[in-house]
């Protein structure tokens, strides 16, 4: 999904582009995340697709932080219901 569709449904849910925009979503788990202290801030950057500045190092390291980013998912989805029922 393009982050143009994401926004677009977020304004027919009534969200102006001033209250959530689609990448409103990626900073609110970058930064809850980060402030949980639980996860390496490698693995969340892998997770949210900040590729490895280095060609070299980028080319070889598509799976790293894999088991981290798995129990990273599991942790946010457990975040975000938290969230959801209050």
């Given at each position: 999904m393009s ?10 849910m009534?969200?102006s ?8 979503f ?17 693995a ?16 070889y390291a598509r799976?790293e932080?894999w ?5 990273l998912?599991?942790?946010?989805a457990?975040?975000a219901?938290?969230m959801?029922?209050?």
């Amino acid at each position: 999904m393009s982050e143009n569709t994401f926004n677009q449904a977020l304004r027919n849910m009534g969200f102006s582009k001033d209250e959530m925009t689609a990448h409103g979503f990626r900073t609110t788990f970058s930064t809850l995340a980060n402030e949980s202290g639980l996860w390496n801030p490698d693995a969340i950057e892998r997770a949210l697709a900040h590729a490895e500045q280095d060609d070299v190092r980028r080319a070889y390291a598509r799976g790293e932080f894999w088991d981290e980013r798995v129990r990273l998912a599991d942790w946010w989805a457990g975040q975000a219901e938290q969230m959801r029922s209050g």
